[in-house]
């Protein structure tokens, strides 16, 4: 299948800086990104939406200027959590769509490994 | 209220046991059901995917089914092994505005003991 990757995997950041979260789809393009947030042993939250060479789409409660979203390129889309606080510490995951046919279905999403962020 | 609901929410078996995940959901325009695996601390990883007019698909010890009429899908996992452990995830599609959109359950945990 499809491999999406994350960078960092990791991070741990004082209060009031902003880190950067990058997602990349190794073998496909990827017009449309998704970035979502997971708290412990809850499920996966979707964020927003992000196009290529547009801007993304924030679903409800969620902040734009706080989460902002770049989507530069086919394959890669950055999150970038501005100002982090410690209520902003979660497991962020990305996934990409491929609309190739898989088994017959029109599209498919995968998944990242996810960045854990832990802000101090 | 989720639109996709897991049970149990936990569940703690013996290697080499079997088991059954339930996923009910009410999501509509149906448009696929999948069973995603979360090991901790990674992403999900798709175990299975069905459409409305499939009724069971396997992957290896992995075998899920699908009940569209009732609305019920369930993953059985056969022979368990330690590896097992993991979040499994049901994860509904529903057709909005001509792209579908995915609505998860909360997951099931399994932990599989010696």
């Known amino acids: 299948g499809a491999v999406v990757s994350q960078h960092p995997s990791w991070v741990i950041c004082k209060s009031g800086t902003s880190v950067k979260i990058e997602c990349r789809s190794l073998d496909f393009q990827a017009t449309t990104m998704f970035w979502y947030r997971q708290f412990p042993k809850q499920s996966l939250m979707l964020m927003a939406t992000s196009n290529e060479g547009s801007k993304a789409t924030y679903e409800q409660g969620v902040e734009k200027d706080k989460f902002l979203i770049n989507h530069a390129s086919l394959t890669l889309s950055t999150l970038t959590v501005t100002s982090a606080h410690p209520e902003d510490s979660s497991f962020y995951i990305c996934?990409?769509?491929?609309?190739?046919?898989?088994?017959?279905?029109?599209?498919?999403?995968?998944f990242g490994p996810g960045t854990r962020l832990l802000v101090l | 209220k989720n639109q996709v609901e897991q049970s149990p929410q936990s569940l703690i078996i013996l290697e080499g046991k079997n088991c059954t995940l339930q996923?009910?959901?009410?999501?509509?325009?149906?448009?696929?059901l999948r069973w995603y695996k979360q090991d901790t601390g990674r992403g999900p990883v798709s175990l299975t995917i069905m459409t409305f007019s499939e009724n069971t698909k396997s992957n290896g010890r992995y075998t899920a089914t699908l009940d569209a009429d009732t609305k019920q899908s369930s993953l059985h996992i056969t022979a368990s092994q330690l590896s097992d452990s993991a979040s499994y995830i049901c994860?509904?599609?529903?057709?909005?505005?001509?792209?579908?959109?995915?609505?998860f359950g909360a997951g099931t945990r399994l932990a599989v003991h010696p």
């Open positions: 996923c009910n959901y009410t999501v509509s325009p149906f448009s696929n």
């Open positions: 996934s990409a769509r491929d609309f190739l046919l898989e088994g017959g279905y029109q599209e498919t999403q995968y």
């Open positions: 994860v509904v599609s529903a057709n909005r505005g001509g792209y579908n959109k995915l609505i």
